[in-house]
């Protein structure tokens, strides 16, 4: 039996909680590649994904979900072109803690630009419960400016449920029949 | 060094590279690197070096290797090395720069492996494999480096199909290669399955049907699969208590036709008569002066904190009396705003951060103060011949949610559609999309340019894909399960 293989992509800055929002709702237990972090990235995360991270969402019939997140680093991003070649969506996660937000939505959409013209973006902003500005409202004014339409929620990467909202809010993007 | 074909992807060695920068490499000439490269586990093996000129040592270690073996070397680096014997790719690398050095050492190796031969075949006398390399320097071993065994040692185990060791750290076996260098170690890569987690997994179920059994079964399953992330809702729900607190938000109109909904008064009303409109006020007022806003609804005093997009408030939005204070009519006077000074406000705030227990998301408060306030009207404001669209999704993690929410959020996004519109073509009860038509209103989250409704008047909302629709059964029947 020939396997579907589909991918959605996790993208970010570093510690924006890709990896832990693969692990929220991957079927396995993720296959990750965080390392000591060595440089500036140490100064918001204790350890930092070099390569990217992996997991999976189980369909039944052989049939799979995979989901990558790529390296925080930006000194790897030209890993990105090849991480999202089969990819159906992006996930973008921001860190609501970084000093410039702004400046972080408009590096990742513009770095998977054509990605995200061709496929699906959905926004996930974590860390709102350590610091609440900006706002939605905010991001959402962003999102316009840079010129993206894209459902945007708040979530803790922790929460399953809150990742699979953001993955059905990706899916019903993608296709707003999807459940009928 | 052997003879060489250009039309094979070049062995390459990686030296003296820190892990991090090994794990991406080893990723790229796994994948679409891998038309250029290919990887092998020793320097005697290789066509060519990949070296990173920054690591410590390394570019001495690469002279003495290039000394003995006298085979290229792809060098990274920040700076220019002003070394003609290596390909230099500039740091931050690309992927298409490191093709570039690929296809360039090919190119050489191809042209020295061509004169070889020409030579061969005049020269007898002069073996290939001398030609080229100079005569080892005296004392030096290939692998006494301390910089490989390094690299070595602290290899993160990466694998070309992505699957990684990752927190587990598995310590590379290290083994002895009998038959090439004596004293090379290389690390062997464990290879990994990812495992399984020990959590249910249900087998796919059936798309819904259309029927009117299957389609209450489908509320309450499409609330059950989103309730739980209303910040307020997390204790578990008696199907009995999700259809009232359904009822309180969404009214239990089946089907209202158009004319209906704006001849019937009961099923009109007017935000400024009720606490909403003051609610709205009050977050118009606290985005202008960005201080905190006080609503005095006698005995409760509400406040609006916009800086944190929070709201104060002493009545639990779940509550039965915050739903009969939004659906109850206001008097003349009964609600007043105040907008707080600095002292004032900084005492809220520190009450806000300490009492949590009395303070919302901003955005959640006013969207379930909407639906209370509506219950399945819709404001005597509306146009029922209008075409709206949905400008932004709500913060569907955070809000109170009712079934279909996101999907009319979904197909509301792709084209405008006047409210009974949705409903037919989602063949849903009209008042959901009542509801939600109510809760983006009070977040002003429509489209108010006219141009930009108009280009997607026409759009046509993609068809059901089935890998799509099969990870969203999949998703919404987890959660509804979990």
């Known amino acids: ?180 | 060094m052997g003879t060489f074909k250009q039309s094979h992807p070049l062995k390459v060695y990686l030296s003296d590279i820190s892990p991090h920068s090994q794990a991406i490499l080893e990723f790229f000439i796994g994948s679409t690197g891998g038309k250029t490269f290919t990887l092998v586990a020793t320097a005697a093996e290789a066509d060519a070096y990949i070296t990173d000129f920054d690591y410590p040592g390394s570019k001495e270690h690469w002279e003495a290797e290039h000394a003995v073996s006298a085979k290229p070397c792809i060098a990274l680096s920040i700076e220019d090395p002003q070394n003609p014997l290596v390909e230099w790719v500039s740091k931050p690398i690309t992927a298409n720069a490191l093709v570039d050095a690929g296809v360039s050492i090919s190119q050489k190796l191809q042209k020295v492996s061509s004169d070889n031969q020409e030579e061969e075949s005049t020269t007898e006398t002069v073996s290939r494999r001398s030609f080229k390399r100079p005569p080892p320097l005296p004392g030096l071993s290939t692998t006494q480096s301390p910089f490989r065994k390094k690299v070595l040692s602290s290899s993160p185990a990466i694998h070309t199909a992505g699957y990684t060791s990752g927190n587990r750290h598995h310590a590379p076996v290290i083994r002895e290669v009998a038959g090439q260098h004596d004293d090379v170690a290389v690390a062997e890569r464990p290879k990994l399955e990812p495992k399984v987690k020990q959590t249910t997994s249900t087998p796919a179920r059936p798309q819904t049907s259309s029927s009117v059994a299957t389609q209450q079964a489908e509320e309450i399953r499409d609330d059950a699969s989103t309730q739980d992330n209303s910040p307020a809702r997390r204790q578990v729900l008696s199907v009995e208590q999700i259809r009232r607190r359904q009822k309180l938000l969404c009214g239990n109109h089946e089907n209202i036709s158009h004319s209906k909904l704006k001849q019937n008064e009961e099923l009109n009303y007017n935000s400024e008569n009720f606490f909403l409109g003051t609610l709205i006020a009050g977050l118009r007022l606290a985005k202008q002066t960005k201080q905190v806003v006080q609503i005095k609804f006698e005995p409760h005093q509400f406040y609006i904190c916009y800086d944190e997009y929070l709201v104060f408030s002493p009545l639990e939005p779940q509550s039965d009396e915050y739903a009969e204070l939004c659906f109850t009519r206001v008097k003349p006077g009964q609600v007043n705003l105040h907008i707080l000074g600095s002292k004032e406000s900084n005492e809220i705030k520190k009450r806000i951060h300490t009492d949590a227990n009395f303070t919302h998301d901003l955005e959640s408060f006013i969207w379930t103060s909407s639906l209370l306030t509506s219950r399945g009207r819709v404001p005597s404001t509306l146009d029922c011949e209008t075409q709206y669209l949905l400008k932004h999704w709500p913060n569907f993690t955070r809000i109170e949610n009712f079934p279909f929410a996101m999907k009319i959020a979904a197909r509301w996004q792709k084209k405008p559609y006047k409210l009974s519109e949705i409903a037919r073509e989602m063949d849903i009860p009209i008042r959901y999309v009542i509801a939600f038509y109510n809760g983006v209103l009070g977040l002003s989250l429509f489209e108010t340019k006219q141009s930009k409704i108009e280009q997607k008047i026409n759009i046509q909302p993609p068809k059901n894909k089935g890998l799509i629709a099969r990870l969203f059964g999949r998703l919404t029947r987890n959660e509804a399960t979990s």
């Open chain 1, 1 to 180: 039996m020939s396997q579907i293989n589909r991918k959605i992509i996790f993208t970010g800055p570093v510690g924006s909680g890709k990896t832990t929002a693969i692990n929220s709702i991957s079927d396995i237990d993720i296959v990750s590649t965080n390392q000591n972090a060595s440089d500036m990235t140490q100064k918001r995360k204790r350890d930092t994904t070099v390569a990217m991270d992996y997991g999976v969402i189980k369909l039944g019939n052989d049939e799979k979900v995979h989901l990558y997140g790529t390296p925080g680093q930006e000194r790897f991003d030209f890993m990105w072109s090849i991480l999202t070649k089969g990819g159906i969506g992006l996930v973008l996660l921001l860190d609501n803690t970084r000093k410039d937000s702004f400046n972080d939505m408009k590096f990742y959409t513009n770095s998977f630009k054509d990605f995200i013209e061709e496929h699906q973006m959905v926004v996930g902003i974590t860390q709102t419960d350590r610091q609440r500005t900006p706002s939605i409202s905010q991001y959402r004014e962003w999102l316009d400016e840079l010129g993206y339409e894209a459902p945007i929620f708040e979530v803790d990467a922790r929460k399953r449920e809150d990742i699979s909202l953001l993955l059905q809010g990706l899916l019903l993007s993608l296709d707003p029949g999807v459940a009928e």
